[in-house]
């Protein structure tokens, strides 16, 4: 596609409800991150993966945090007992960045998932 | 956690004035982002600086790096209204000899322009 996709864009979960958010990134990029951002703040990191392999879950906040890319194209961030802590907008990024090469670290960022526990 | 700190957290100005933010880290970078966010949207790439580069332009954005200072900034030029939006810099750690592409991200200034 054009850019990055994200779905949906807005999920109302109760307390204690899975989630699922989708991430479509741009066809051809090997890299693709998960990103959380808190109302007024910076994003942070969640998770990192090269093609089908996650990398880098250092970012994931608790075990309730799972993500996943099985073919090396979309990915979903799945979210297990959610709690009112975990309401953030939810952003992907692909890029062509590919670890271990020099090369362009610009990331193409979707337009977020805005996650609200109620 | 947040990389460093931006300031100002806001600015308000008119269309027509620059305006400047500035962003400072902490580790060893391989290169230096500015992205822009508009309300309720992603975020936008808008530059990269390397860590050998001191300055770069594009159209109406000027960036600096003083890699001695662990610092940044950004100075966007005859504003408009259009640039209405919050600014963010992140930085790519140089681990070894490579870098490493996930991004850390500052706080953001939150940037209003006045017609």
């Known amino acids: 596609g054009a850019g990055v996709s994200q779905s949906p864009r807005y999920k109302v979960a109760k307390r204690g409800q899975d989630v699922a958010l989708r991430c479509d990134p741009i066809s051809g990029h090997v890299s693709l991150f998960w990103y959380q951002q808190a109302l007024g703040q910076g994003p942070e990191f969640l998770t990192y993966?090269?093609?089908?392999?996650?990398?880098?879950k250092s970012g994931l906040p608790s075990d309730r945090f799972f993500a996943e890319r099985p073919e090396g194209s979309v990915s979903t961030l799945k979210i297990q007992r959610t709690q009112q802590e975990d309401s953030a907008v939810y952003l992907c990024a692909s890029s062509l960045w590919v670890i271990g090469r020099s090369g362009n670290t610009e990331a193409f960022f979707g337009q977020g998932t805005r996650l609200t526990v109620v | 956690s947040q990389q460093g700190e931006e300031d100002p957290q806001a600015l308000s100005i008119q269309e027509g004035e620059n305006a400047t933010m500035n962003c400072s880290y902490k580790?060893?970078?391989?290169?230096l982002q500015w992205y822009r966010q508009n309300s309720g949207r992603g975020l936008v790439h808008l530059i990269l600086?390397?860590?050998?580069?001191r300055e770069k332009h594009s159209g109406r954005l000027r960036v600096t790096l003083d890699t001695s200072k662990k610092s940044s900034s950004l100075l966007i030029t005859a504003s408009r209204a259009a640039d209405t939006a919050s600014y963010f810099c992140?930085?790519?750690?140089?681990?070894?000899?490579?870098?490493?592409?996930?991004?850390?991200f500052g706080q953001g200034t939150i940037l209003t322009v006045h017609p």
């Open positions: 580790t060893s970078i391989n290169n």
């Open positions: 993966f090269q093609n089908e392999a996650q990398l880098d």
């Open positions: 600086i390397r860590s050998n580069e």
């Open positions: 992140a930085t790519v750690l140089q681990v070894g000899g490579t870098s490493y592409g996930k991004l850390t």
